[in-house]
C-alpha cells in the first residue's frame, strides 16, 4: 500500500497508520491479562482515593485501566521514536 493510498483509505497519515500498528502489535504481544489490568484499576483506586470504599472491579474500571495501559505503551513508543531521532541526528542539531 502506498502512503497516498493510506490517507485516503483511512484518512491518517502513513506514518500515523505504522504507529498505530506497532502499538496494536505491541498489544497484541502483552495479551493484557486480567492480573495486569486488575493491577492498573487498583493504582488507579490509589490515584483517586477510593481503595477504601470499593471493594468489587466494575466493567468501566477495567475498561478505563485497559485505556490507562494503552496510553502508557502510546507514549513509550512516542519517547523511544525522539529517542531514535535524536540518536540518528543529534550531531546535525549540535552543529
Known sequence: MVGS???E???KHFHDVLSDAKIKAK???QELKK???NEEVLRLWNLKEATGKRKRISK?????????IVKK?????TNNMHLEYLQ????????
Open 5 to 7: 493510498d493510506v490517507i
Open 9 to 11: 483509505k483511512t484518512g
Open 27 to 29: 498489544i497484541a504481544e
Open 35 to 37: 492480573e495486569q489490568i
Open 60 to 68: 468501566l474500571d477495567r475498561e478505563e485501566a485497559h485505556k490507562s
Open 73 to 77: 505503551f502510546r507514549l513509550e513508543e
Open 88 to 95: 540518528r541526528h543529534g550531531s546535525d542539531l549540535n552543529n
